[in-house]
């Protein structure tokens, strides 16, 4: 019988697949690798052992941990709240809480979906939500749509949902935290934030409710009570919660990530209805950026779908619209991104409805963000003038000096020269001449911000990082530990003295390891796998390379030693000069010739 929930849920759940629901795993000899998520880099050095359980990067930031570590850090939430999430997807049942042991993030989570049922069962059950279900439903969603996006509708009530979410036992302030309600500031009451609206629920990764978006509808106009419909926005979304943040998800990415993978490519569109609306007609690798600027932190967590994105909303490529910065950050990441050209005055939603054959055609015929934006510069300066070519190389070239691939760049430039029918080192020049400012991600929670905190991890000294390869040489070689005399054994740290007798005694193929050695040598284990991965894929790309383990691992012992001799001179140095200052002599002496014995084995190490 498993003894707690967290070993019951460790016993349900495969890391690999825990992990791969987040991010883009492949296979690499036992193990799987992958772009780490938790920092920015060019090749992967995220590495999965499923044998083990553990995630570790051997990169920059050097984080690593089982399961519940991993939602943590990928989710930003409290061990608390991993082990509800990680619950939820086992099918673990996690004994009652008392509700004062509970998070305020817990407490937030489940204000949220109780607030989505209410509002779905308003727009079943109550007379103007019927009328809103009919006009989701005549926009052409179907019923299971609706159910499947959990669709809802907030009553033209001041404190409907308040009074509700109040009797199941949550306070006026923690709804007001959970972005559903408002505080007057005359009267000192709360409100209800959303009303007489159609009801969006936002989703985490993990599914869970953390927002909403409410839609006025059309027929409700003229009966919100005590305002006029001018003064009230068309479109409304919770504001910044400790559950929502707009600038890190995309609408609907909690259902289309595995086919995002699958087709090898996202499909981005504005709006909810959109969204729905594709998958409905089987595009079911499309999110909604909901009107804002493409984040880093958005396109980091797209990247590990796919490099590939769609466009399928108006774009000025002259202005210095949201939407541009967002592809242009999409640019600098280096995704390959293609446009979909909408019909004027239609969104997807509309072509959908009337026809998917149509939506389907368009996809089809996405064109090059290349050949978009010389299209779109084009149909709005004339190239035969003087004026019109400096503008349209004004357009252009910062947005080429955004392009991260020199091959696609250079294509640019020579594009850019034959249609302004100019010499192509003129555009050159020009583009030399160029400057741009880098788009960055905006908000505290940005990518960057992340990447900050991981490089604060304090670094291995040298003698650390020796004794950790000698260990790692040591399961990837076991005859090395033949080259490691009694002797050596005092020079190492307890931990690493520890651990190679242990191997010298039981052998490396043991399990039965000291439980404080236990993550120590699973992360080492992993470490000497990725490695020799890594190593195997070097020498079958450069034909005659091959690695000497035992001369690599005599290196490394020798470069230790030297290091240890040397921090034992200086510390002798600091005896001789303490000496010094009290006229011991006898111990002067003693010290130098101890000095002048650890400096021949320095020297003889360091000529061998």
Excluded at 56 to 61: L, Q, R, S, V
Excluded at 191 to 214: C, E, K, M
Excluded at 526 to 551: H, M, N, P, T, W
């Amino acid at each position: 019988m498993l003894s707690s929930p967290i070993e019951e849920i460790r016993d349900r759940l495969d890391i690999v697949e825990v992990i791969g629901s987040y991010i883009k795993l492949q296979k690499a000899g036992a193990n799987y690798r992958a772009l780490c998520p938790f920092h920015s880099e060019k090749k992967p050095s995220f590495f999965v052992s499923p044998s083990r359980q553990i995630w570790h990067c051997f990169g920059a930031c050097g984080t690593g941990g089982d399961i519940f570590k991993f939602v943590m850090k990928i989710e930003g939430v409290e061990f608390g709240d991993a082990l509800r999430i990680l619950a939820q997807k086992a099918g673990v049942e996690l004994k009652r809480e008392d509700p004062k042991l509970k998070t305020e993030r817990q407490r937030l989570y489940e204000i949220s979906e109780l607030a989505c049922c209410f509002f779905e069962k308003q727009l079943k059950e109550s007379k103007t939500g019927k009328e809103a279900k009919k006009y989701l439903l005549d926009r052409g969603l179907k019923e299971e749509s609706i159910k499947k996006w959990r669709l809802g509708y907030a009553p033209d009530t001041w404190q409907g949902l308040s009074d509700f979410l109040v009797s199941k036992g949550y306070k006026r302030e923690e709804i007001e935290k959970g972005g559903l309600a408002l505080k007057s500031e005359r009267a000192g009451n709360y409100y209800d934030r959303f009303r007489a609206r159609i009801i969006f629920p936002i989703f985490n990764l993990s599914s869970q409710t953390v927002g909403f978006g409410g839609r006025i509808l059309e027929n409700q106009k003229s009966k919100i009570k005590n305002q006029k419909y001018d003064e009230v926005a068309k479109y409304m979304n919770s504001p910044g919660t400790l559950l929502y943040d707009k600038s890190r998800i995309l609408y609907g990415l909690d259902k289309a990530g595995a086919e995002i993978r699958k087709r090898d490519n996202c499909i981005l569109v504005e709006g909810y209805v959109d969204v729905i609306m594709s998958a409905q007609a089987g595009f079911k690798n499309v999110v909604a950026t909901s009107g804002t600027a493409l984040t880093n932190f958005q396109l980091k967590n797209l990247k590990r779908y796919s490099d590939n994105l769609l466009t399928a909303f108006d774009m000025d490529v002259a202005g210095d619209s949201a939407t541009k910065r967002g592809i242009d950050l999409a640019q600098t990441l280096g995704f390959n991104i293609k446009v979909v050209a909408m019909p004027e005055g239609s969104d997807p939603a509309d072509i959908v409805s009337q026809n998917p054959k149509d939506w389907e055609n368009l996809v089809q015929k996405a064109e090059s963000i290349h050949d978009f934006y010389f299209e779109n510069v084009l149909s709005k300066f004339d190239k035969n003038t003087l004026e019109g070519k400096k503008e349209i190389s004004k357009v252009l070239l910062p947005v080429i000096k955004k392009v991260p691939n020199r091959i696609e760049k250079s294509f640019w430039i020579q594009s850019l020269a034959k249609v302004l029918e100019i010499k192509e080192e003129d555009v050159l020049e020009e583009f030399q001449k160029t400057t741009y400012e880098p788009v960055r991600a905006r908000g505290p929670k940005g990518i960057e911000q992340m990447d900050q905190k991981t490089r604060a991890l304090p670094p291995k000294t040298r003698k650390e990082l020796l004794e950790e390869q000698l260990i790692i040489l040591v399961i990837k070689s076991p005859k090395n530990l033949d080259l490691i005399c009694e002797k050596d054994f005092e020079l190492f740290s307890s931990q690493t003295s520890q651990i190679l007798s242990y191997f010298k005694k039981e052998g490396l193929n043991s399990k039965d390891f000291p439980t404080e050695l236990n993550d120590l040598i699973n992360y080492l284990s992993l470490k000497a796998e990725a490695e020799s991965f890594l190593d195997k894929d070097l020498e079958s790309r450069k034909i005659g390379l091959k690695f000497d383990r035992e001369e690599e691992f005599k290196n490394c012992l020798r470069e230790f030693k030297v290091l240890v001799i040397k921090d034992k001179l200086g510390e002798i140095s600091k005896e001789i000069k303490k000496a010094e200052e009290e006229k011991d002599f006898n111990k002067i002496q003693k010290l130098i010739q101890e000095f002048n014995s650890f400096s021949k084995s320095r020297m003889d190490l360091e000529i061998a």
